[in-house]
């Protein structure tokens, strides 16, 4: 409320109290997707549904005779293993986070080996449309709860 040129603070949460909701909201979005998202990348028709560049006829039939699957983005299993096994670094603050997953395959530049190379990365992060809204809906659902525990201030009377 503002009186007389002040803005009146009283119920309103504490600014240090909102960023960390804002940030604790932001990172439960990340453990989501790792958590529920990241697997969908190594099912059946992943392939087609994030787009992931085509392998080719001698990858595909290596992959099977040698390992017995065709699962999109899992030669050995090794790189599924660390992403899905390895709990994520998550870093930042209220205004932006970084999520860091560790996998030996990821670490592979293209650029400097094969320029038919997949770009694994990219393949990795790729969400689609859907995806996105439920993970917004993730964070907004947990900022809404976080805000609405907060504790308010209070105005001292003398």
Known sequence: MITGGYIDLTGMPTEGATHAAIKAAIEAGLKHWHARILRRH????????????????????TKLRRF??????????????????RAPRITGTHRA???????????????AAY???????????A??????????????KSLAAAL??????????A
């Open 68 to 85: 017995g699957h065709t699962t999109p983005l899992v030669y050995s299993g090794a790189m599924r293993h660390e992403l899905l096994m």
């Open 127 to 140: 969400m689609t449309p859907d995806e996105e809204a439920e993970i917004v809906g993730v964070i907004e």
């Open 42 to 61: 190594f099912e059946p028709g992943a392939s087609s549904r994030y787009g992931y560049k085509k392998r080719t006829r001698r990858y595909d039939a």
């Open 148 to 157: 609405n525990s907060l504790p308010t201030r209070q105005r001292l009377v």
């Open 115 to 125: 320029k038919n190379y997949p770009d694994m990365r990219a393949e990795v992060r």
């Open 97 to 111: 986070m970084t999520m860091r997953l560790r996998a030996r395959a990821l670490r592979f530049s293209a650029q």
